[in-house]
């Protein structure tokens, strides 16, 4: 319930103020479980990419959202509580696995899962390599997986920036329905899951016209940082 709460507050003021638009909606089944793969450009991504459909969108978000104390956490909890983000450890090993279930669970009850495969923000508004957990949800649940492009969010609100920029469009892309039934039953074959995110990938940049980076976004953006302090100690 407070999901649509606070969808019914956001919806109009977004509306209003920043016009966005979508392409796709139709490709989004109305009833059934359904995986939503997409890019992620800004922290704006949580406001506009389920804006437009008509189903909740459950999407695994870190633990330190829910955990943090003071006034700032509560708001925090209560934002990403609102947005449908449901709390993960990603600290990897055993807590990647609790991921997993915690994913099958919430389309074995027949929702909507939201996903970044890159498992971070995009630090420089490109699309970088996929981690291969969507492509095991994808096989051990056997359900179809749409391709979810955010657009122009980025431009909007980079990382860092506290606030967004007036005057520019966000946009959301929803592509058509990736099936990877030949697939089943070898969720254990690391080639197959390669395969089946590289597949997920290469979908969201044609849907969002990003260009791609074959690494992990994490590790780009840990080089990036490195190189800015080695230059400023320059």
Excluded: C
Excluded at 4 to 24: D, N, Q, T
Excluded at 60 to 87: D, N, Q
Excluded at 103 to 111: A, K, P
Excluded at 117 to 144: F, I, M, N, Q
């Amino acid at each position: 319930m407070f999901y649509w709460v606070v969808k019914a507050i956001l919806w109009p003021f977004l509306h209003l103020i920043f016009r966005p638009w979508v392409e796709g909606v139709e490709n989004v089944p109305k009833e059934g479980p359904v995986i939503l793969a997409g890019n992620h450009l800004s922290f704006a991504d949580h406001f506009f990419g389920a804006l437009f459909l008509p189903r909740k969108v459950i999407s695994l978000g870190k633990a330190e959202y829910f955990t943090g104390k003071g006034v700032k956490g509560m708001i925090s909890r209560a934002f990403f509580s609102g947005v449908g983000t449901v709390p993960i450890d990603r600290s990897g090993g055993k807590a990647s696995e609790a991921a997993l279930r915690t994913g099958l669970r919430i389309l074995g009850e027949g929702q909507v899962l939201g996903i970044y495969p890159e498992g971070t923000r995009s630090h420089d508004g490109r699309l970088y390599k996929g981690k291969t957990g969507v492509a095991r949800l994808a096989l051990e649940s056997r359900v179809p997986v749409i391709p979810w492009a955010m657009v122009n969010t980025f431009e909007m609100m980079p990382p860092g920036r506290p606030l967004p920029k007036l005057g520019i469009r966000p946009g959301v892309k929803f592509g058509k329905p990736l099936d990877f039934s030949r697939y089943y039953g070898m969720e254990e074959d690391r080639l197959v899951l390669r395969a089946v995110t590289d597949e997920i990938m290469y979908a969201l940049m044609e849907l969002s016209g990003q260009e791609y980076v074959d690494k992990y976004a994490a590790s780009a953006k840990a080089e990036a940082t490195r190189l800015a302090e080695r230059g400023a100690k320059d």
